[in-house]
């Protein structure tokens, strides 16, 4: 396999996620020998930028209803490519652990225009596979997903609507904050809890001192897995002793932007199980599932 491999990630456009880009561009290529090409999909005051946005105007990018600097975008990666070939998405808050070939090949068969972490009624698209000319016939253009506040729900119902759109990977390349596994199970590591994150104690300090605020406004708590968190600062460590720097992915600040806010933000069961659904509440829809035949209705990341 001779192609560049193109992922595109959603990062905050105001040097917030510098540490987790750093980390994350040094473990993607410390674990392949394929040409890569990174795309960081962060807002911008450019108008010819697919990531433009202009909220005092009202033109471009409508963020008020995300949930992060970049939910939306991935929905305009199919169209960035022409319609033409792969394109992997992900997060910044992801940690590489395998060649990420591996995931670049991975098929995609019959209708599904994306590959994901799920099953029958579930799926995240926080780490996803886009098979560029089939999403054409499925998602809206560029200009009419910027425009819509609603834009990004919108598609995640259709998708839910259409559940075989969507086809499910092996789990581990999706790992959601450990999920029980040991770490040589884990391909790619995705620390998702916004709350729980590795690099807030990087990343904080450093907003701190230049007088900025990071844009998760949620509690923040130590990860529950000591083990990850080493992990995470061995990378860290690594990314540093190969040349990196967090500055290298410094850009202008884009300045205030409008999104969901996190303070009643509540992690997921991975990383604050008692603070989601309880295994009473559990219990009782498995049983009712298996009582009346019929599955929970099919749920996708945000």
Not at 30 to 53: A, G
Not at 87 to 95: G, P, S, T
Not at 122 to 139: F, I, N, P
Not at 211 to 235: A, C, E, N, S, V
Request: net charge negative; charged share 25%.
């Amino acid at each position: 396999m001779n192609e560049t491999i193109k992922i595109f990630v959603g990062c905050d456009p105001n040097n917030c996620d510098l540490e987790q880009m750093m980390v994350l561009d040094y473990s993607i290529h410390k674990h392949t020998q394929h040409p890569i090409e990174i795309v960081w999909m962060q807002l911008s005051h450019d108008p010819q930028s697919p990531w433009y946005s202009n909220q005092k105007q009202h033109q471009g990018w409508h963020t008020e209803k995300w949930a992060t600097p970049f939910s939306g975008f991935r929905w305009a990666i199919p169209e960035y490519c022409n319609f033409k070939g792969r394109a992997i998405y992900m997060d910044a808050d992801v940690l590489i652990l395998c060649d990420i070939a591996e995931l670049w090949t991975h098929p995609i068969q019959n209708e599904a225009i994306v590959i994901a972490k799920g099953h029958k009624n579930s799926a995240r698209l926080c780490t996803c596979v886009w098979d560029c000319e089939k999403a054409q016939k499925y998602l809206p253009p560029l200009v009419q997903l910027q425009a819509d506040p609603d834009g990004h729900k919108k598609m995640m119902q259709r998708l839910k609507e259409k559940p075989d759109l969507v086809q499910p990977y092996q789990d581990s390349y999706n790992n959601i904050d450990g999920e029980g596994l040991e770490i040589d199970q884990i391909k790619i590591l995705h620390y998702s809890d916004m709350g729980t994150q590795f690099t807030h104690k990087y990343s904080i300090p450093r907003l701190e001192a230049a007088g900025q605020k990071h844009w998760f406004d949620g509690k923040i708590m130590p990860h529950p897995r000591q083990d990850l968190t080493d992990l995470f600062d061995q990378y860290y460590e690594e990314a540093l002793a190969s040349g990196y720097r967090p500055e290298n992915y410094m850009v202008e600040p884009f300045g205030v932007f409008s999104k969901a806010t996190q303070i009643n933000y509540h992690g997921n069961k991975v990383t604050r199980p008692d603070q989601q659904a309880s295994w009473i509440v559990s219990t009782f829809h498995k049983l009712k599932e298996k009582i009346t035949g019929k599955k929970s209705k099919f749920s996708l990341d945000n």
